[in-house]
Nanobody, 124 residues
């Protein structure tokens, strides 16, 4: 079974940066499509960024383009979103997601079978 473990969340002031991590097995990181989603209180879960297959392509929500960068480190079996210029509206629970492929939209939650437990990001 695929297990995803997120870390790196926390509180940061607006304009600051955070790097989240999603750890998984080497096979998962190398092979699966990986994505990050977020969910703010009272809102639907939305796609933030995705990296499909070994070295891309990558996709970003319009709200984070130019500020977030998703990458994978196959040696460390981790997928990162580097988040810069954070805004209060980035406050949410962030989830890592994975699937062997993405048959639909990259930002559709139904495209991913495996999910982590989430890590909270608070921007003030």
């Amino acid at each position: 079974d695929v297990q995803l473990v997120e870390s790196g969340g926390g509180s940061v002031q607006a304009g600051g940066s955070l790097t989240l991590s999603c750890a998984a097995s080497p096979y998962t990181i190398r092979t699966y499509a990986m994505a990050w989603f977020r969910q703010a209180p009272g809102k639907e879960r939305e796609g933030v960024a995705a990296i499909l297959f070994r070295s891309g392509p990558t996709f970003y929500a319009d709200s984070v383009k130019g500020r977030f960068t998703i990458s994978r480190d196959n040696a460390k079996t981790t997928v990162y979103p580097q988040m810069n210029s954070l805004k209060p509206e980035d406050t949410a629970m962030y989830y890592c997601a994975a699937n062997i492929g993405v048959g639909g939209r990259w930002d559709d939650t139904r495209s991913y079978r495996y999910w982590g437990q989430g890590t909270q990001v608070t921007v003030s």
